[in-house]
């Protein structure tokens, strides 16, 4: 393990991008078949209470769904999230001049990754996956639509906390590769979560947030 770690380091050292890039291409491709794998096993367990029988379905991974996965990785998550990580550190420190690992560098770190790199994450890797699939550009606006809410609130609970110990003890250098780990758990919840198309719990979600703006409103 010491081993890979020092070669992951060399690779970062003399290759940071492509290093980045082939890493996050690899974790998401493992993302989805874990998604693949929850779904199918939630789908045995709901087709066992619904027909009482105990027999499972044998798992068959969609490899083309992986692949399409992978290059999401590959093509939007590895260099841009390496480009994102650098140019950020550098805005705080040289623009906004606040103290490195102080409150306020962590917080202004946070709050610019959650409202807009976390939502043109989301956007994008819908709209990717909905192209890949062959969809029209209408079905992939009504995707968008289930599905971007959904994933934003839930992730919305989750990434901040996940983020607020990346900014702070995290090098810089280092800190894709601390999400990247995050994302392996990510891209099967983003890959799961697309596959759910309009399931009740959706529905449900966004009935109580229209609800509570209704009320917000004073409808």
Not at 35 to 44: F, K, L, V, W, Y
Not at 171 to 196: A, I
Request: positive net charge.
């Amino acid at each position: 393990m010491f081993r890979l770690w020092k070669w992951y380091q060399n690779c970062l050292a003399s290759h940071p991008v492509k290093t980045q890039v082939i890493s996050s291409g690899l974790i998401w491709g493992v993302g989805d078949i874990a998604a693949q794998t929850i779904t199918h096993s939630t789908a045995n367990k709901h087709n066992q209470i619904q027909t009482h029988q105990g027999e499972d379905e044998e798992l068959k991974i969609n490899w083309r769904r992986v692949t399409k996965t992978s290059l999401f990785g590959f093509g939007f998550v590895g260099p841009v999230g390496h480009l994102w990580y650098e140019g950020l550190d550098r805005y705080i420190k040289s623009r906004l001049l606040l103290k490195q690992n102080s409150f306020r560098f962590v917080a202004t770190k946070v709050a610019i990754d959650g409202f807009l790199f976390g939502p043109l994450d989301l956007l994008v890797f819908f709209t990717y996956m909905g192209f890949a699939a062959g969809k029209s550009v209408p079905q992939i606006k009504e995707d968008v639509k289930r599905d971007f809410l959904p994933a934003f609130v839930l992730e919305g609970g989750i990434w901040p906390i996940v983020q607020v110990v990346n900014f702070r003890f995290v090098p810089v250098r280092y800190q894709l590769l601390y999400v990247n780990f995050f994302c392996l758990l990510d891209s099967s919840f983003l890959s799961w979560l697309e596959q759910q198309e309009d399931a009740p719990w959706k529905q449900w979600l966004k009935s109580c947030l229209s609800f509570s703006e209704q009320k917000g409103k004073g409808v």
